[in-house]
C-alpha cells in the first residue's frame, strides 16, 4: 500500500495534506510530490541489499527536480547522471560527486570533461569509441578516469519495447565479445582506471529473474575481468525495479534481493544501483481540474487541464495510470493505490460513467485514461492521476505553447513550490522576433 497518497474521511491526501489545499492556493495542473516517499524507497533498496554494501545512486532522469535531489543528497544518496545537464542538477542539488556516476550512448568530449573536472564516481562507458574519447580528455587533464564498462547481456526484460535496453538489438552497452577487446584497449590507454561493471536490462521490470539473468550472462566475464588484474570494486545492476501502476503490478524489493543479492556476493562486488521509478513513480501525483464533461456520439469525455505535455506516458507507451477523483463521499479511510487498492470499477458507485479522461491539447493522443469506470465528475472537480512521480515533469514539453505546470513538494503536514509554474514570458524566452546577428551563406 503507498500511504504516502491515501484517502481520509472521502478524500485525498498526500501524507498530512489534503490535495484540494494545494490546487487551492497554487492551481492546477500541478505535480505533487510526497517527499517520504522518496526517501522511503532509497531505504528499502538499502535495507534489502546491505549484505552488498549498496550505493543507492537515483537515477536523475525518472525526476530531477531540484529539492526533491536534494532530499534524496541529504538522505545519503548518490546520483545516475546521463548528461552534463543531470550532472550539473545532482551537483547544484548538493551531491558528492564521488557518488555520481555518469552513463549514456552518446556522451560528448565537453560532458566528460565537466564530469572529471567535478570529480565524479566512474563514466558507465558504452563503446569501443568512448573509450577513446575519455582517455584522451583524460589525457589533457593529466588524470584517470574512473570507469565502468557497461556490458550488454542480451537479455529480454519483459516489459515495453521502448524501455528494454538490455537485449542484443538495443543501442547501450557493450556485448560480451567486444567487452573482451575492451579490456586489451583499457590496457593500452593510459588515462583510464576500470573499476566496475554495468548492467541496465530496461524499465519497469516486474520479474526477479530478469536481473538475475543478466547478472548470470555477465558472471563469467567478469570471472575472467578479475583475472586479468583489474582491481573491480562494483558491480552496477542497473535500475529498472517495476512499481504497481496496477494492483499486483510491481514487486516487493525483497524479492529481487533475494535471487540477486547471493550472486552479486559470490562476485566479490559491491554493489552499485541506479533506481528511477521505483523511487519516484508512486511518489507523486498529477492534479488536474475538470473543465468539461463532454458526452459525444458514444463515448463521455472527462476534458480536464493537465495535459500530454504535462505527462506524456499514457500517449507514448499506452501507460495505465489510475485516474482517480479527489474526493468521493464514502471510500474507506486509507484507500491507496496498492495491492489491495478499492480503487478499482467497483468503486465507482451505483452510478458509473466509462469516461475518456482527455486533455485540452489538439492530438487525440492526448489522454490519461481510456473507457474508465469512474464516479459522476462535474465541471470544476478535481482528478488525481496516480504514479505520475517517475517520468511525468522529466519527459514534460511546452508543445502547444502550454506553461508546464508548477511542481509541488510535501513534507508532512507542510507543502511547498519547488517549482514555479511556467509564464508566458517563460514559454518564449530566448526567441527572438527579429534578427539579433545574421550570417552570410
Ligand atoms: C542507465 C540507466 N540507469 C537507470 C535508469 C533508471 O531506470 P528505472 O527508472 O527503471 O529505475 C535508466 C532509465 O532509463 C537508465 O537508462
Not at 379 to 397: P, T
Amino acid at each position: 500500500m503507498n500511504e504516502e497518497f491515501h484517502y481520509k474521511g472521502g478524500e485525498l491526501y498526500c501524507e498530512n495534506v489534503p490535495v484540494t489545499r494545494v490546487a487551492e492556493r497554487i492551481g492546477t495542473p500541478v505535480y505533487i510530490y510526497s517527499q517520504n516517499h522518496f526517501i522511503k524507497q532509497a531505504n528499502a533498496i538499502r535495507e534489502a541489499f546491505k549484505e552488498v554494501e549498496p550505493l543507492v545512486c537515483y537515477s536523475v532522469k525518472a525526476n530531477s527536480n531540484l529539492g526533491l535531489l536534494r532530499a534524496m543528497a541529504l538522505a545519503g544518496a548518490g546520483f545516475d547522471a546521463v548528461s552534463k545537464g543531470e550532472v550539473y542538477r545532482a551537483l547544484r542539488a548538493g551531491a558528492e560527486p564521488g557518488k555520481v556516476v555518469f552513463a549514456g550512448v552518446g556522451k560528448q568530449a565537453d560532458e566528460v570533461d565537466y564530469a572529471l573536472s567535478q570529480g565524479i564516481l566512474m563514466f558507465n562507458v558504452e563503446s569501443e569509441s568512448e573509450l577513446d574519447m575519455i582517455s584522451k580528455v583524460a589525457g589533457k587533464r593529466k588524470v584517470e578516469a574512473p570507469i565502468a564498462l557497461r556490458l550488454n547481456p542480451d537479455v529480454d526484460p519483459k516489459t515495453h519495447k521502448y524501455i528494454a535496453t538490455g537485449k542484443r538489438e538495443n543501442k547501450f552497452g557493450i556485448d560480451l565479445e567486444r567487452a573482451e577487446k575492451c579490456l586489451t584497449r583499457i590496457k593500452e590507454l593510459k588515462n583510464l582506471r576500470l573499476r566496475g561493471l554495468h548492467i541496465h536490462i530496461g524499465s519497469q521490470i516486474t520479474q526477479a529473474d530478469r536481473h538475475a539473468e543478466a547478472i548470470d550472462k555477465v558472471t563469467p566475464f567478469i570471472e575472467k575481468v578479475k583475472k586479468g588484474d583489474f582491481p573491480l570494486e562494483f558491480l552496477n545492476v542497473g535500475g529498472g525495479f517495476g512499481i504497481s501502476y496496477q494492483p499486483g503490478e510491481g514487486l516487493a524489493i525483497g524479492e529481487f534481493a533475494k535471487i540477486m543479492v547471493p550472486k552479486i556476493k559470490a562476485l566479490g562486488l559491491k554493489m552499485l544501483s541506479e533506481p528511477g521509478r521505483f523511487i519516484s513513480g508512486n511518489g507523486g501525483i498529477l492534479l488536474n481540474r475538470v473543465i468539461f464533461d463532454k458526452p459525444s456520439g458514444d463515448k463521455n469525455f472527462l476534458i480536464v487541464d493537465g495535459a500530454m505535455n504535462d505527462l506524456l506516458r499514457p500517449s507514448i507507451y499506452q501507460a495505465y495510470h489510475l485516474s482517480w477523483p479527489v474526493k468521493q463521499a464514502g471510500l474507506p479511510d486509507g484507500a491507496a493505490l496498492g495491492d489491495k487498492s478499492p480503487l478499482t470499477d467497483a468503486a465507482a458507485g451505483k452510478d458509473p460513467v466509462t469516461y475518456d479522461v482527455v486533455g485540452p491539447i489538439c492530438e487525440s493522443g492526448d489522454y490519461f485514461a481510456l473507457g474508465r469506470k469512474l464516479p459522476r465528475m462535474k465541471e470544476g472537480d478535481l482528478l488525481a492521476v496516480f504514479s505520475a512521480g517517475a517520468y511525468g515533469f522529466s519527459m514534460s514539453s511546452n508543445y502547444n505553447t502550454r506553461g508546464r505546470p508548477a511542481e509541488v513538494i510535501v513534507n508532512g503536514n507542510e507543502f511547498w513550490v519547488a517549482r514555479d509554474r511556467e509564464t508566458l514570458e517563460d514559454q518564449v524566452r530566448g526567441e527572438r522576433l527579429t534578427p539579433r546577428e545574421t550570417f552570410k551563406a
